[in-house]
């Protein structure tokens, strides 16, 4: 089975612009969660779609949104970018959601750099 | 609020001794701990899962309800254990939301 897609690996925005990151999960996997990872933070999680319903959000601000289409892959977007949002976004599939927690398959990341 | 704090952000050990990496973890339900790796430009993944009771690649991890901690050990280091590792906790019946500490990063000396 292919591994979890996401695209692009990189980019370079400006302040003030948005940007959409896309993940494709594993095949037959319904939950799609994203992470930010930033040196000082670590991993944080943003948010999860399981069957595409948003499951669970975190502490986020409204800038950053997402969805998950009907074949389970999900884009997340962030708009007005600020320097703080450089960090690498992981996505991470799992073919469960709730009950005892699934094994998350992560992506390689997108990094994302705010000028 | 949940938290997993890794105290050692770096950890270095010589090829055969032991080795633990330390998590500790706030949390006032049930949890589920796991201990996730990643090796140099390989992508995070699972190394085991509490509820298993497993033992991976000779790492075993016990929880202590207790003293709230999910230490990771292995009694023989290898050089191949060289990565960096995330203990991370998640709720039962409520998803995916992990939490993450901030990560060891373990040097096996050869």
């Known amino acids: 089975k292919a591994g979890v897609t996401q695209t692009p690996r990189y980019l370079i925005k400006t302040r003030g612009q948005q940007v959409t990151l896309s993940c494709s999960p594993i095949?037959?996997?319904?939950?799609v969660s994203w992470y930010q990872q930033t040196p000082g933070q670590g991993l944080q999680f943003l948010f999860e779609?399981?069957?595409?319903?948003?499951?669970n959000k975190g502490n986020f601000p409204g800038r950053f949104s997402g969805r998950q289409f009907s074949n389970s892959r999900s884009e997340m977007n962030v708009s007005t970018l600020e320097l703080g949002d450089s960090a690498l976004y992981l996505c991470?599939?799992?073919?469960?959601?709730?009950?005892?927690?699934?094994?998350?398959?992560f992506g390689e990341g997108s990094r994302l750099t705010v000028l | 609020a949940q938290r997993v704090t890794q105290p050692e952000k770096l950890l270095s050990v010589f090829k055969g001794a032991p080795v633990e990496l330390k998590c500790n973890y706030s949390?006032?339900?049930?949890?589920?701990l796991f201990w996730y790796v990643q090796y140099s430009r390989q992508r995070l993944q699972l190394l085991l899962r509490?509820?298993s009771r497993e033992s991976i690649k000779g790492f075993t991890a016990d929880l202590n309800k207790g003293e709230t901690s999910f230490h990771l050990k292995k009694p023989f280091a290898q050089e191949e254990d060289s990565a960096m590792y995330y203990c991370?906790?998640?709720?039962?019946?409520?998803?995916?939301?992990?939490?993450f500490g901030t990560g060891t990063s373990l040097t096996v000396i050869p």
């Open positions: 991470a599939s799992s073919p469960t959601s709730g009950g005892s927690a699934g094994e998350l398959f």
């Open positions: 095949s037959g996997h319904r939950s």
């Open positions: 779609y399981f069957s595409e319903t948003q499951r």
């Open positions: 949390y006032s339900g049930s949890p589920e």
């Open positions: 509490h509820i």
């Open positions: 991370a906790l998640t709720r039962l019946n409520t998803g995916n939301q992990f939490y």
